[in-house]
C-alpha cells in the first residue's frame, strides 16, 4: 500500500443556503479544495451523503457532481454511512491511492438539509436509525442521545452543567471559524435555560440543520512536492458498525463503534491516544462529545464530563476537541460534516486556523459517527 | 495490488417479497453466498443499494445488515451509482481485498421495491437521473430510453422487432433461471402488442419493479484453496461516469460511461471484446442491452440489433449475452443487479448453470448502469 496524504481542502460558510442546490454548494467547495491544491483535473471522487434521495430526490450524486463539476467520465462514487458518510468517503478516496487505483482524488461530503420541513427533516435523519424498532415507534435521534446521557448521568454522575460546558466550548471556538453556521458564543446558564428538546437535552445541546459541503484532495504521499500546500498524512484509518438500535446494547454509557474504529486506526499508525495533539469528534450533541472522548481513550469512562467543565478540551487544554466549532457551532450537513473535520485538521497542521490554532499540533485524530453510533469512522492524520 | 476472487454467491427467487423486509431479503442472500463459500464471518462488507430511504426509509445499511447478518462491529459500507450500486459494491470489495486492508469480504446488494405503489416507486428510481432537468419537468426513465430507442432507430435502422428479441431470448434464458421474477416464454408477436409504455418501448420491453437481493464473498486469490468451491478471479475492474442528463451528450445512441468503464476493464485484464465468452448487461429496456453491446465492443454500432434478431447472442449464440435471463426476466431490484450478474458469471464459469451453461465459459463480463447511462461498471472474471 502506498502512503496517503491531504493536499487540498476546502468548504463555504455553512447555514440556510437557500440560493443553492445540492449539487450547487457540492461544486462550491470541491472547487475550493482543488484551488487549495492547485489542482484542475480529478482521477476520482467519493462523495458521502446520507439520504440525498429523501432531502433533495437526488440520488446518483457520483454522476451529478462528476458532470458539473466538469470532470467528465472519471469514476465517481457515492458512499453512504448516515452521518458517517463523510468520513467513509475519505476512507474510500485513502483506499483508493493506497491500493494504486488513481493518484488525485477528491474526497467530499454533502447535504443540504433546509428544504425540507423541521418535521420532515427528522424524518430524514430518523433513517439513520433502526425504522423497524425505533422509528417507526416515535423516537427521534434527540429522544436517543438523551436516553444515552440519562444512563451516563445516572452511572457516572455526569451533571446538567457538564453537557453545557461542551456547548459553550464549542460555540466559543466557533466564534473564530468564519464557516460557522452558529458563531455566537453562549453561557453555561443560556444551554441550561434553553428550551427543551429531549430530557435532559435543549436546544443549545443539539447540533443544527444545516446546509454545506466539504472537500479534500488526497494524492500519494510522494507526490506532495508536486503541489501547491504542504501534504498532510493519513497514518491510520477505522471503520467499524454496532447495533443499530440502542436497545440491543449491552451498555449506553460507551460507544463500542468508536472504540473499535479507534483501535484500528491506533494500530495502523502505530499512535495511541496520549500521541494525539488535538481531535475533532462527532458532536452531534453534547452528550456525544462526552462519550466519545472516553470511548477514543482520551478520558477514563466517567471523566469526559468533568474534563469538559475543567476546561481540558479547550484550544488551550490538554487535548483539544472541536477547534473547528464542532457540529455544534460549525453546523452538521450530515454528509458534509466528516470532510469539514478533515478540512479543519489540515489547516491545523498548516498551522493557518488563526484564532483556533493548537499550538504544536502535529497529529490529529478525526471521528465521524453514523446514526446513534452505529457506526463510527476514525481517522490519524500527521504533519510530513 | 493483491488478485481477488470470488468464492460464493448467492440470491433468493427473487419478485413481490411482501413477507419480507429489506433487511430480511439481505440477510437471506448473504447467507447463501456464505454457505457457498463455507465461511461464518466476515471482515468486512459493502452493499450496493440505490435509495432505500425512499423505498423503505431506512438509510444507514452498512450498520443495518452487519448486525442483522451477526457480524457486528465489522467495516460496513453502504454504496450507490444508481441502478450500478451492486456492480459499485463489488468494485469497492475488489479494492479493499486488493489493497490488502481486509482478507473475507461481502459484496452484496439489495433493494425491496415492492412497498411504495407504482407512481411512488417511479419517483423513486427518477432519483437516479437528473431530477432538476429530468425528473422535475416528468421524464421518467422509460421515457429516458424511448428517445435513445428512437434514436438508435433513426441512426442505424433499428427495429422494432430487434427490440422485442432481446426480451424474448431473456425471458427464454430465464425460463430456465429458477430465481427469476418473470421465467414465462414470450414472443416477438407478444412484446410488439403488450401495451405501449413510452413509444416505441412496450411493458415488455421493460425490466420490471422487483424486490431482491444478492452476495458474493470475495477473498485474495492466494487464499482461494481454502474454501469450498473453485475460484473465479477477477482480473479487471472499471467504473466511469457521464453527463447525468440525457439532453447534453453528443449522442444519444451510445454510452460513453459503458464504454470507457469497459475500456479500464480491457486494458487491466489485458483482455479483449473477442475474448469474452460471456456477458452479463444491464438490459433495463430492451434497447439499453442493444446499445450496451456496441458500447462494449461487441459488435459494432448500429449491428447490436440485427445480432439479437439473429440469435448471435443467444446462450449457443457468437457472444452470449444475459444467459440469467438479465434484468427483464430476472427482475431488476436496482442495488442487487449488479451482484447478481455476478451470481451468474460465478455459476458459469464454474460450470453449475444447468440449462442456462454456456459451452466451455473461461472469461465473463458484467455491465452493471446506473440511470440513463450516468455512470457504469464493468467488471471481467476468468476461471482459475
Same mark, same amino acid.
Given at each position: 500500500?502506498?502512503?496517503?496524504?491531504?493536499?487540498?481542502?476546502?468548504?463555504?460558510?455553512?447555514?440556510?443556503?437557500?440560493?443553492?442546490?445540492?449539487?450547487? !454548494?457540492?461544486?462550491? *467547495?470541491?472547487?475550493?479544495?482543488?484551488?487549495?491544491?492547485?489542482?484542475?483535473?480529478?482521477?476520482?471522487?467519493?462523495?458521502?451523503?446520507?439520504?440525498?434521495?429523501?432531502?433533495?430526490?437526488?440520488?446518483?450524486?457520483?454522476s451529478v457532481?462528476?458532470?458539473?463539476?466538469?470532470?467528465?467520465?472519471?469514476?465517481?462514487?457515492?458512499?453512504? *454511512?448516515?452521518?458517517?458518510?463523510g468520513?467513509?468517503?475519505?476512507?474510500?478516496a485513502?483506499?483508493?491511492?493506497?491500493?494504486?487505483?488513481?493518484?488525485?482524488v477528491?474526497?467530499?461530503?454533502?447535504?443540504?438539509?433546509?428544504?425540507?420541513?423541521?418535521?420532515d427533516?427528522?424524518?430524514?435523519?430518523?433513517?439513520?436509525?433502526?425504522?423497524?424498532?425505533?422509528?417507526?415507534?416515535g423516537?427521534?435521534?434527540?429522544?436517543?442521545?438523551?436516553?444515552?446521557?440519562?444512563?451516563?448521568?445516572?452511572?457516572?454522575?455526569?451533571?446538567?452543567?457538564?453537557?453545557?460546558?461542551?456547548?459553550?466550548?464549542?460555540?466559543?471556538?466557533?466564534?473564530?471559524?468564519?464557516?460557522a453556521?452558529?458563531?455566537?458564543?453562549?453561557?453555561?446558564?443560556?444551554?441550561?435555560?434553553?428550551?427543551?428538546?429531549?430530557?435532559?437535552?435543549? !436546544?443549545?445541546?443539539?447540533?443544527?440543520?444545516?446546509?454545506?459541503?466539504?472537500?479534500?484532495?488526497?494524492?500519494?504521499?510522494?507526490?506532495?512536492?508536486?503541489?501547491?500546500?504542504?501534504?498532510?498524512?493519513?497514518?491510520?484509518?477505522?471503520?467499524?458498525?454496532?447495533?443499530?438500535?440502542l436497545?440491543?446494547?449491552?451498555?449506553?454509557?460507551?460507544?463500542?463503534?468508536?472504540?473499535?474504529?479507534?483501535? /484500528?486506526?491506533?494500530?495502523? *499508525?502505530?499512535?495511541?491516544?496520549?500521541?494525539i495533539?488535538?481531535?475533532?469528534?462527532?458532536?452531534?450533541?453534547?452528550?456525544?462529545? !462526552?462519550?466519545?472522548?472516553?470511548?477514543?481513550?482520551?478520558?477514563?469512562?466517567?471523566?469526559?464530563?468533568?474534563?469538559? /467543565?475543567?476546561?481540558?478540551?479547550?484550544?488551550?487544554?490538554?487535548?483539544?476537541?472541536?477547534? *473547528?466549532?464542532?457540529?455544534?457551532?460549525?453546523?452538521?450537513?450530515?454528509?458534509?460534516?466528516?470532510?469539514?473535520?478533515?478540512?479543519?485538521?489540515?489547516? /491545523?497542521?498548516?498551522?493557518?486556523?488563526?484564532?483556533?490554532?493548537?499550538?504544536?499540533?502535529?497529529?490529529?485524530?478525526? /471521528?465521524?459517527?453514523?446514526?446513534?453510533?452505529?457506526?463510527s469512522?476514525?481517522?490519524?492524520?500527521?504533519?510530513?
Amino acid at each position: 500500500m502506498r502512503d496517503v496524504a491531504v493536499i487540498g481542502v476546502g468548504m463555504q460558510k455553512w447555514g440556510e443556503l437557500w440560493e443553492k442546490s445540492t449539487r450547487d !454548494i457540492f461544486v462550491e *467547495s470541491a472547487l475550493l479544495a482543488m484551488d487549495d491544491a492547485g489542482v484542475d483535473t480529478l482521477d476520482a471522487m467519493y462523495i458521502g451523503s446520507m439520504t440525498p434521495g429523501v432531502f433533495a430526490a437526488q440520488e446518483h450524486l457520483g454522476s451529478v457532481m462528476a458532470d458539473y463539476l466538469g470532470q467528465l467520465n472519471i469514476p465517481a462514487a457515492r458512499v453512504e *454511512s448516515a452521518c458517517a458518510s463523510g468520513g467513509l468517503a475519505l476512507r474510500m478516496a485513502y483506499m483508493d491511492v493506497a491500493c494504486g487505483m488513481h493518484d488525485v482524488v477528491l474526497a467530499g461530503g454533502v447535504e443540504k438539509m433546509t428544504d425540507l420541513s423541521g418535521s420532515d427533516a427528522t424524518h430524514a435523519l430518523a433513517t439513520a436509525a433502526d425504522m423497524e424498532w425505533e422509528g417507526l415507534y416515535g423516537v427521534t435521534f434527540p429522544g436517543l442521545y438523551a436516553m444515552m446521557a440519562v444512563a451516563h448521568m445516572a452511572k457516572y454522575g455526569t451533571t446538567r452543567e457538564q453537557l453545557a460546558a461542551v456547548a459553550v466550548k464549542n460555540h466559543y471556538n466557533g466564534s473564530m471559524n468564519p464557516r460557522a453556521q452558529f458563531p455566537m458564543k453562549i453561557t453555561v446558564e443560556g444551554v441550561i435555560n434553553s428550551v427543551k428538546v429531549a430530557d435532559p437535552l435543549n !436546544i443549545l445541546d443539539c447540533s443544527p440543520i444545516t446546509d454545506g459541503a466539504a472537500a479534500a484532495i488526497v494524492v500519494p504521499a510522494d507526490m506532495v512536492k508536486k503541489f501547491k500546500k504542504p501534504g498532510v498524512k493519513i497514518i491510520g484509518t477505522g471503520h467499524a458498525t454496532d447495533t443499530i438500535a440502542l436497545h440491543d446494547r449491552e451498555d449506553l454509557t460507551t460507544l463500542q463503534a468508536v472504540t473499535e474504529a479507534a483501535e /484500528q486506526a491506533y494500530k495502523m *499508525s502505530g499512535k495511541d491516544a496520549k500521541d494525539i495533539d488535538l481531535v475533532e469528534v462527532h458532536d452531534c450533541f453534547t452528550i456525544a462529545e !462526552i462519550i466519545v472522548s472516553e470511548s477514543l481513550g482520551l478520558f477514563e469512562r466517567g471523566k469526559g464530563g468533568p474534563a469538559a /467543565q475543567a476546561g481540558e478540551t479547550a484550544i488551550d487544554g490538554r487535548i483539544p476537541i472541536n477547534p *473547528s466549532g464542532g457540529l455544534k457551532s460549525k453546523g452538521h450537513p450530515v454528509g458534509a460534516t466528516g470532510i469539514a473535520q478533515i478540512v479543519e485538521i489540515a489547516e /491545523q497542521l498548516r498551522g493557518e486556523a488563526g484564532g483556533r490554532q493548537v499550538k504544536n499540533a502535529r497529529v490529529a485524530l478525526a /471521528q465521524n459517527m453514523g446514526g446513534s453510533g452505529g457506526s463510527s469512522t476514525v481517522h490519524i492524520l500527521e504533519v510530513m
